[in-house]
């Protein structure tokens, strides 16, 4: 035996062949379960593609108004990508940074306190929480004091990504060795310089993981935003003012109807929301590999 050989070939080497024949048969299953997963994904995605790529490409697509008339046929859905773009950005804005802070707080401040246990078993319970029960609060609390607005379905996107953010941040920060914060504190760093230098940098992969699920989700909701923005054909930028609109909200509208029109935008709508989540979702990985290098070095 000699000494180039692995730790894998060793405990491959002195496990009975018994314990062998399991290894493999749960490496299979595992195999099975992924391509029984993945094959539905695949057949969605190439569906929406077929059905939505001859909206997509056609001129005007990512810059003509929403045709006023239901009939018309042809494209145009700048306005639901400008707010889409606009309200998601405004709710990830508002939950991500509150969502971290809570998770550092539960992790590294409450320290297993009665008041840490409450806030971790709401952010729990609002996980599970109906989308439409969020639009149905702010449309009461918001909307209908000041009107629909951008802001009001941010405010409900928001309260949406706000626990899952929370739990994420929380499970992250655990994972982080105890040994690095004790190595902090022992060359003279203090509790919150520890956290922002050492322990952030070290949970953010997973972290923006975390903010990238809640992000996900939230664009793809169409609830919250029905009673909340509203629909409107022409671009509105202003995040506080006047009724807006939404990919998912146009998705639900053209998709109920019968004319070839709408149907033909719902699925160009879809596709385009799908585009949008995988680039941000790459952008995001890229992101993390970046700063999981820097901390590695």
Do not use: C
């Not at 939505?52 to 990508?81: E, K, L, N, Y």
């Not at 840490?116 to 004091?145: D, H, K, N, Q």
């Not at 230098?197 to 029905?226: D, N, Q, W």
């Not at 995040?239 to 935008?265: C, E, M, W």
């Amino acid at each position: 035996m000699t000494a180039t050989l692995t730790s894998r070939s060793i405990t491959e080497s002195s496990a009975s062949p018994w314990r062998q024949v399991k290894s493999g048969l749960a490496t299979i299953a595992i195999v099975a379960a992924l391509i029984v997963a993945v094959i539905p994904l695949v057949l969605i995605i190439a569906y929406v593609v077929s059905k939505g790529w001859s909206s997509v490409t056609a001129s005007g697509w990512f810059t003509d108004d929403i045709p006023i008339f239901s009939r018309a046929v042809g494209p145009g859905m700048g306005p639901a990508i400008v707010g889409t773009l606009l309200i998601t950005g405004a709710a990830t804005a508002m939950a991500v940074p509150l969502g971290v802070l809570g998770g550092v707080y539960l992790n590294e401040y409450s320290a297993g306190s009665r008041y840490g246990r409450v806030i971790r078993f709401f952010a729990e319970v609002m996980t599970g929480v109906p989308s439409i029960v969020m639009g149905l609060f702010v449309y009461v609390v918001w909307v209908l004091e000041f009107g629909l607005s951008a802001f009001a379905g941010a405010l409900a996107l928001g309260a949406l990504m706000l626990p899952i953010v929370i739990r994420t941040s929380d499970e992250m920060l655990k994972l982080v060795p105890r040994e690095l914060r004790e190595s902090a504190y022992a060359l003279g760093g203090r509790k919150a310089g520890t956290i922002m230098r050492v322990v952030l940098p070290a949970a953010a992969p997973g972290i923006i993981s975390g903010a990238l699920l809640a992000v996900a989700r939230a664009a793809g909701e169409t609830a919250p935003l029905l009673f909340t923005i509203g629909f409107v054909n022409a671009s509105n930028t202003n995040l506080f003012h006047d009724a807006n609109t939404a990919l998912s909200t146009q998705i639900f509208k053209n998709a109920i109807s019968v004319y070839p029109g709408q149907i033909d935008r719902a699925w160009g709508a879809a596709l385009t929301l799908i585009g949008i989540v995988f680039v941000f979702t790459i952008l995001s990985r890229i992101l993390s590999t970046v700063l999981a290098r820097k901390h590695q070095s």
